[in-house]
Each structure stands twice: as C-alpha cells, then as structure tokens.
C-alpha cells in the first residue's frame, strides 16, 4: 500500500518550502496538483521531474478513485495545492477522507500557509480563533456567517479577493461596528503589507487594493452575553450600543438578543419608564 503525502508549498516567496517538502517530491511516484501547470513552475525551480496529475475543485470527486487505486498498487502520491496547504481552502478533502476509509496513511508535510502568517502578525489574540475562509456569496448563508462573527468572541480570519474587499467591508461594517481589523497583503512577497484601522479607515484606504488578502478581525469584546450583562441595567445596556453608534430599532434587536427576551418586552420596559 502506498502513501498520501500533503505537502505545503510556498505563498509567495519560493524559498518558502522545506527540505523535508523537497525530499518528498523528490521520493514519490506521481504529483497530483491543483493546477499542473503551476506546480510544474515550482518543480523546475527545484529541479524536479515527476509525473503530475491534475486534482482540482471541478474533478476532485472523479480524480480520488483513480488516485486511491494508485496508492493501492503500492504507489507513493504527494498532493500539493497551487498555494499553501492543501485542504485549506483548496482541494484535498476528498481524497483524504478516501484514504482514511481505506485504511491508506496520510501524512501531512508542513509549511506555508496563508491565514496562520496573516495570523501570527497582525497583533490580535492568537490564543482563540476562528477561520472562516472566503464568506458565502449566497445572501443567506452570508447572512449567517454575518450574525456568527457579529457575536464570536474570537479573532475571526477571513480570506477575500481584492476586487470583492470593499463590498465585504461594507457588509462586515453592519456587524462589527468599531472592532478592529487588519488586512494581510501580499505574505511573504515584495510588496507584503500588514493594513491595520477601524473598518471605516479601512474602507477609506483600499480603493484599487491588488493581490492576494487576509482579512482579520477583533474578537468580540462585549459577547459571552448571558453572564456579561447581567450587571448592567436596561438603561446602561442601552447605552453601551448607543454609545457606538447604533440606532434605536438595531439597539433594541441587540438588547432583546442579549438578555434572550423578546422584542416587545424590552419596549415594555422603556416605554413603562416613559423614557421611550
Ligand atoms: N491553501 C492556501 C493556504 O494555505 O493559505 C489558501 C488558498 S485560497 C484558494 C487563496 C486565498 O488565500 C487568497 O485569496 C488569499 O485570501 C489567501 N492567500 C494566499 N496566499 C496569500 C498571500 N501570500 N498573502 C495573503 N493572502 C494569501
């Protein structure tokens, strides 16, 4: 029985890849990458000549019985993706869950990947997160993710492409409000920048942004609802919100969602106290 190797290959700067990543591509049998053309580039600058077979988004379901028969005659595969590590954002799933039920190893091979470096520089809390990757284009599921990172209390990672930065900007600002965020440009290239503001700065800094983005955002600090607010009376809660800018109808949304009550009955109680 043959092995699957996930290798991690550069983001950017090709020296980025480890010697244990160059022996692997150098020991197995076949390559099975997600564009075989740009892995072809990097195996020349590392003057290596394997036999590459495509493993793409669009054939990954067709491609893993192939690969799976290969590793059962005993040959070694190594799946690299176009960028990174494989399975984060890119293919590789698939044929890893294949090779678990069949009992083949899967061996990971570190090294670059995007959303850990974006990570690891951006000065926010490393000790929690959460990584969502690219955010949903279909308005319901992106509404959802919406409303999780609204109240996540962890830094959220996200990555995006720079002509779509903008409009999730616009759609992040609804939610987090004045948490702050970093923007990782161009990691481990020439021009690598770290991007850092308020979410109205940033929408301010980026027209025509170019190249490859991650995009980080503050842990929320005012969630772990339940306990958090129970110091705080109605009027003091209200002006929490307020006081960063949201309007009367969102606070009141915000309010009844905290204190796990319905709309209404925060009304009730404003408009009990006639200050409504
Ligand atoms: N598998 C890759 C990894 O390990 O990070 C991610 C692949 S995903 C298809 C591509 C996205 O990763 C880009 O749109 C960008 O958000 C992020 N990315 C990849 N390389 C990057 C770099 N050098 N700088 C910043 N972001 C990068």
């Known amino acids: 029985m043959g092995e699957l190797y996930i290798v991690a290959t550069p983001i950017g700067n090709l020296e980025d890849i480890t010697l244990r990543a160059i022996n692997i591509l150098k020991k197995v049998d076949l390559i099975a990458a997600e564009d075989t053309r740009h892995t072809l580039k990097l195996l020349n600058h590392l003057e290596i000549s394997k036999p590459l077979i495509s493993y793409h988004r669009h054939n990954e379901e067709l491609r893993v019985d192939l690969l799976i028969e290969k590793l059962e005659e005993g040959q070694n595969i190594a799946l690299v993706s176009d960028a990174g590590t494989p399975g984060i954002c890119d293919p590789g799933q698939e044929i890893i869950k294949k090779c678990i039920e069949k009992e083949i190893k899967v061996i990971p091979i570190p ?108 842990k929320n600090t005012i969630s772990n609802k339940e306990n958090k607010f129970d110091h705080l009376t109605l009027e003091e809660h209200y002006k929490l919100y307020e006081d960063k800018g949201y309007n009367k109808k969102e606070i009141i949304k915000k309010l009844a969602k905290d204190r796990n009550v319905n709309k209404n009955e925060i009304y009730q109680k404003f408009i009990n106290k006639k200050e409504f």
């Open 111 to 218: 090294g670059a990947c995007a959303m850990i470096n974006a990570l690891i520089c951006s000065g926010l809390d490393t000790n929690e997160f959460t990584f969502i990757g690219f955010l949903p284009l279909n308005k319901k599921l992106r509404k959802n993710k919406l409303e999780e990172i609204e109240k996540s209390n962890k830094t959220i990672i996200l990555y995006e492409a720079p002509h779509k930065l903008k409009n999730t900007l616009k759609d992040l600002k609804e939610v987090i409000k004045d948490r702050k965020i970093v923007l990782a440009r161009e990691i481990t290239k020439i021009h690598e920048e770290f991007i850092r503001g308020s979410i109205d700065e940033l929408i301010n800094k980026i027209d025509n942004i170019k190249g490859e983005i991650v995009l980080l955002i503050e």
